[in-house]
C-alpha cells in the first residue's frame, strides 16, 4: 500500500493542542489562559487544569504556532496569545488529517457489528 505525502513534515497537533488553538481563534482578541480555558470547557463540557492550558499555550509558543504579548487589561499584567500564520497552517492541516482519517468510516455499521 503506497502513502501519499502529506504537506509538511511536522508533526500533527495533538488534540489539547487543537484545542487550545482553536480557543484561540475562537476568543480573539481577549486569548489570554483564562479564556481559552473558559472556552474549552464551554465546548467540551469537561473541567480544564490551568496548568494543562499554560503548558500547552508555553509549548505551542515554542513551537511558533502562537505568539503572545503583555498587556494591562483592568489594571492586570496578561498575556496575550494569537495564531501565527504557521499555526493557522497546521490547524488546516490537522483538519485535512482528522478528516482524511474518518472518511469513508461508518460508525453505526460498524456499532452493529459489534453488537
Not at 484545542?19 to 481559552?36: D, G, H, I, P
Not at 492586570?76 to 468510516?105: D, H, I, K, N
Amino acid at each position: 500500500m503506497s502513502r501519499k505525502r502529506v504537506e509538511s513534515d511536522s508533526a500533527p497537533l495533538g488534540s489539547f493542542e487543537e484545542q487550545v488553538m482553536l480557543a484561540v481563534a475562537r476568543v480573539k482578541s481577549e486569548a489570554y489562559a483564562v479564556t481559552v480555558r473558559r472556552e474549552i470547557e464551554d465546548q467540551t463540557g469537561r473541567e480544564i487544569a490551568m496548568g494543562a492550558v499554560y503548558a500547552t499555550l508555553d509549548r505551542l509558543e515554542a513551537k511558533r504556532l502562537v505568539s503572545s504579548r503583555r498587556e494591562t487589561v483592568e489594571g492586570l499584567s496578561r498575556r496575550m496569545f494569537a495564531l501565527t500564520t504557521e499555526g493557522v497552517e497546521a490547524l488546516v492541516q490537522t483538519r485535512a488529517m482528522r478528516e482524511r482519517l474518518w472518511s469513508g468510516l461508518d460508525l453505526r455499521k460498524l456499532a452493529s457489528r459489534l453488537t
